[in-house]
T-cell receptor
């Protein structure tokens, strides 16, 4: 039983395309996140949703649009992909204020060619 | 903005030796986390430190937190090759919406 599952694991696509990454958690957590890990392994928060409400929207291009249909799902749609979007994208979830930590998905390696 | 600094960023050490990774953060934080990441893998939670003076140990790793100094340490005792990985510290607080702010990571290589 995977706690936080992301699909796809690998995504290779051409510049200009639109793609989506899906994330689901079965932990009953109330908050979900998208993080981006660049080629230097630096991890940065992109978005977070708490009970389907957008809480954090960091400075990312508006080509990136998160969508949370319910508190167990958080998807990431990317329009007009650029070479610089190549990275590993991690979904995560947590129970806010619980201090029990964050659980990460296995990551989606996006390569834009 | 909550900033997190780790050092060293790269560490090569011999098996059997001890070493400490340091993590400083810039503002009051509610909690501090240590994660391990193997190449091509996800982040594995190692420790969650919730209060000043907290110390947690798991095998050859021990983490501590000094909230007054805004410093956490990850101490490695008698390193073995299996500990080779990248280690991240991260903090969160209510001002950051409880999202994690990560350090740049410490790439650890343990050699025979």
């Amino acid at each position: 039983d995977t706690a936080v599952s992301q699909t796809p694991k690998y995504l290779v696509t051409q510049m200009g395309n639109d793609k989506s990454i899906k994330c689901e958690q079965n932990l009953g957590h109330d908050t979900m996140y998208w993080y981006k890990q660049d080629s230097k392994k630096f991890l940065k928060i992109m978005f977070s949703y708490n009970n389907k409400e957008l809480i954090i929207n960091e400075t990312v291009p508006n080509r990136f649009s998160p969508k949370s249909p319910d508190k167990a799902h958080l998807n990431l749609h990317i329009n007009s992909l650029e070479l610089g979007d190549s990275a590993v994208y991690f979904c995560a979830s947590s129970q806010t204020l619980a201090g029990s930590g964050y659980t990460f998905g296995s990551g989606t390696r996006l390569t834009v060619v | 903005e909550l900033k997190v600094e780790q050092n060293p960023l790269f560490l090569s050490m011999q098996e059997g030796k001890n070493y400490t990774i340091y993590c400083n953060y810039s503002t009051t934080s509610d909690r501090l986390y240590w994660y391990r990441q193997d190449p091509g893998k996800s982040l594995e939670s190692l420790f969650v430190l919730l209060s000043n003076g907290a110390v947690k140990q798991e095998g050859r790793l021990m983490a501590s937190l000094d909230t007054k100094a805004r410093l956490s340490t990850l101490h490695i005792t008698a390193a073995v090759h299996d500990l080779s990985a990248t280690y991240f510290c991260a903090v969160d607080n209510s001002n950051s919406g409880y999202a994690l702010n990560f350090g740049k990571g410490t790439s650890l290589l343990v050699t025979p």
